[in-house]
């Protein structure tokens, strides 16, 4: 443990959930979600003196990401994130018990344990890294709230223990302060989903199906009434039919983007190119013109374009060299582990992928193996994706560790797909519209919702704030249901 790290000791866990419901479908892959529960964690640390805190995480329980195996359903992939946060608390209160340590190698054990776990029960290594992950956040909050330091400053004084050498060589001698931002940004930049199903206008929207609640439904809506510039549109592997998609995008940002104000776009290629080579193809004719010049200038990168059973095999080689010399391919889903973004270097991807889902300081190891790997890309590229985030919880410690990495825009879709703090209490609505003014604003129907309107996040309550941006009195647990009572019918869907 380093000199400078604090030692603390997890005592007790409890997980509750709160039911959400979607404003329209949401549909990825095969998958259409329309009810998800959000998992909530409170970890009683006690700290130096005897001190005890409560250290708060979150996360969706969402269907579809965490293992995409075919014939699976969605009771199913509740029941498996439920035991690998009961297998992960229980682990964690197992290993205090020889006494308090600090966060890095409380988070150390109980990561192989969780892989390990996952593996000899068939469950994914993202399934089981989901309860590890859950308690790191925790603890890292409990570490700030012990210390009364951010995250960025909890991560800079290495009060977390950081030791980043003892998991990669390349890593021996890397401060994990030198993959922080100089400061943690004041703001953040929102990159809307464009969904390969979603209506790019109100014309789109089949007949019954518009949703009527004041909040923006359609693409065309985000650009008229919104100031977003940055936009992550999905691609479905269908030539003709991504291209005349592409178009019709560019056309309505032509429509009311003016041309010398810049946008940015991001591709996802949502893991469908089971053949590499209609990647390459679609993306030779794209940039030889088969998209508007402005547009395909806008173009950052293409996210996880294989399926990630095929995305880290040699195979793939020869067709994400090609790609990658016209624009960089990074990856999402495959980084299901510590060894998936080294071994992405060394297949020649250009970036990956942070998500708080899958763990604040597996994101700091991978941002250091982009930038110190023997076989490192010239112009890494880090980018920040959802996982649906709401608020409170999820929504505040992602953007925390987001701004504390430097990320300046981020996939958001919660917003869009759930109506901001509709099944909250009104003493959270209170709390969120009284502590963080800047980043919610009341609705006309009574309800906070996101502060969307100028394109970007205001992040100035959240990062200095102790731990990671969040309080247990914004979080009313009475409206939560705890998770050993929650049961998957409560949810209205089959």
């Not at 269907?63 to 682990?91: C, F, H, M």
């Not at 983007?257 to 193809?281: F, K, M, R």
């Not at 996040?457 to 200095?464: A, E, G, Q």
Request: hydrophobic share 40%; with cysteine.
């Amino acid at each position: 443990m380093s000199n400078a790290a604090l030692a603390l000791r997890p005592v007790a866990f409890e997980v509750r959930l709160r039911n959400t419901r979607t404003r329209m479908p949401f549909r990825y892959g095969p998958t259409v979600l329309t009810a998800c529960p959000i998992a909530h964690l409170w970890l009683t640390v006690e700290g130096p003196g005897g001190a005890r805190v409560e250290g708060l995480a979150g996360d969706a329980l969402a269907p579809g990401w965490y293992d995409k195996r075919p014939n699976r359903t969605y009771r199913q992939d509740i029941a498996e994130l439920s035991a690998a946060l009961n297998e992960a608390g229980s682990v964690l209160l197992g290993l205090a018990k020889a006494g308090p340590r600090c966060v890095w190698d409380f988070w150390k054990e109980l990561y192989a344990h969780q892989i390990a776990w996952a593996r000899k029960n068939d469950y994914t290594d993202l399934t089981g890294n989901f309860g590890t992950t859950m308690f790191e956040r925790a603890m890292i909050d409990a570490a700030g709230k012990l210390a009364g330091k951010t995250y960025h400053a909890l991560v800079k004084e290495n009060l977390l223990g950081l030791d980043p050498g003892a998991i990669h060589p390349w890593l021996k001698g890397w401060s994990a302060a030198e993959a922080l931002a100089p400061e943690p940004l004041s703001r953040v930049y929102v990159r809307h989903t464009v969904g390969g199903l979603d209506p790019l206008t109100a014309a789109d929207i089949p007949a019954g199906e518009a949703v009527r609640d004041g909040l923006p439904h359609s693409f065309e809506d985000y650009l008229k009434h919104e100031k977003i510039r940055y936009f992550k549109i999905k691609l479905r592997n269908d030539e003709a039919f991504d291209t005349e998609r592409l178009k019709a995008i560019a056309a309505l940002c032509d429509r009311h983007i003016p041309a010398q104000e810049p946008y940015y776009v991001t591709l996802d290629g949502n893991e469908v190119y089971y053949d590499p080579a209609s990647l390459t193809q679609a993306v030779e004719k794209f940039a030889r013109g088969g998209l508007p010049k402005r547009f395909w200038d806008a173009v950052l990168f293409i996210e996880q374009p294989y399926p990630r059973a095929k995305a880290l095999e040699d195979a793939i080689m020869p067709e994400l060299a090609k790609v990658g010399a016209i624009k960089p391919v990074i990856v999402d889903e495959s980084t299901e582990n510590l060894q998936s973004v080294p071994r992405a270097v060394e297949l020649g991807y250009g970036g990956f992928a942070i998500k708080s889902a899958k763990g604040p300081t597996k994101a700091i190891l991978e941002k250091g193996t982009m930038f110190l790997h023997p076989k490192r890309p010239a112009r890494p590229v880090i980018s920040g994706e959802d996982m649906t985030n709401q608020p409170v919880v999820p929504l505040h410690e992602d953007l925390v560790v987001m701004a504390t990495m430097g990320v300046e825009h981020v996939e958001r879709n919660g917003h869009h797909f759930f109506r901001g703090f509709s099944t909250h209490s009104q003493a959270e609505r209170d709390a969120a519209l009284k502590h963080h003014a800047g980043l919610y604003r009341l609705h006309s129907d009574g309800i906070p919702v996101l502060a969307t309107e100028s394109g970007a996040l205001d992040l100035r309550t959240l990062i200095v704030r102790p731990g990671l941006g969040v309080q247990s009195a914004e979080v009313d647990k009475t409206a939560l249901t705890p998770l050993d009572g929650w049961t998957f019918e409560s949810l209205g869907i089959k």
